[in-house]
């Protein structure tokens, strides 16, 4: 089945410490996302890809890094600059074209050790 | 600027009818999405609105009015399993810009007994 795969479901981080959240898919999707969310919150846009090797930021972008090396892969890194990391990370992908809703990964949970 | 307005939390009955409020300010629209997500687990899509107009799936309706910047999700005969978030989201960049979607804050329904 096709589908959205994050790893690992949780993850902790030491101070000063980067850590990468994987999210692979074989939906064959061209465009990719990145969602942060915090407790009783909506999903904020960390960085979005549309095509391979290029990404934008979204709007909380700051202390996050992502790659696009490979249309499936879209792995996001939370850098030390991140002061708060600890959120639920989605990710989702869609279609490049035509009217397609985002389908999305079963997230990672982040905490501070 | 992107504005997206729902109310954080609603209660209802079993067996009732509930109707989940969404208003918004965007500076495109292409579209309204209605996910659900319940806790701990990924949004999943419920409903998409274009026109103005109701769509009906079985339990749930999504209603659209694009003069008013409005939209709300109709929930009957709620049973407990429909405890969860609501998340609307809009889509302001037409194709091929892409699907990207900026979402509201979600509303928390809790179904009692």
């Known amino acids: 089945d096709g589908g959205i795969t994050q790893s690992p479901k949780y993850l902790f981080r030491k101070e000063g410490q980067n850590v990468t959240l994987s999210c692979e898919q074989n939906l064959n999707h061209d465009a990719m996302y990145w969602y942060r969310q915090d407790p009783g919150q909506g999903l904020r846009l960390i960085y979005y890809?549309?095509?391979?090797?290029?990404?934008q930021k979204g709007d909380i972008a700051e202390g996050y890094s992502v790659s696009r090396e490979k249309k499936e892969s879209f792995p996001l890194t939370v850098t030390s600059a991140q002061k708060n990391p600890t959120a639920f990370y989605l990710c989702?992908?869609?279609?490049?074209?035509?009217?397609?809703?985002?389908?999305f990964g079963d997230g990672t949970r982040l905490s501070i050790l | 600027g992107q504005n997206i307005d729902q109310p954080t939390e609603m209660t209802a009955t079993e067996g009732a009818i509930v109707q989940i409020n969404c208003t918004y300010q965007t500076s495109g629209f292409n579209g309204l999405f209605w996910y659900q997500q319940h806790a701990g687990e990924a949004p999943t899509f419920l409903s998409y609105n274009v026109l103005d107009g109701l769509e009906e799936k079985g339990r749930f309706s999504s209603f659209l009015s694009r003069s008013k910047g409005y939209s709300y999700l109709l929930l009957k005969e709620l049973q407990m399993k429909d405890s969860a978030s609501y998340l609307c989201a809009v889509r302001d960049d037409p194709p091929p810009a892409g699907n990207m979607l900026t979402f509201g804050g979600g509303t928390r329904l809790m179904v009692k007994p």
């Open positions: 890809s549309q095509i391979v090797n290029d990404f």
């Open positions: 989702a992908s869609t279609p490049r074209r035509g009217y397609q809703p985002q389908h």
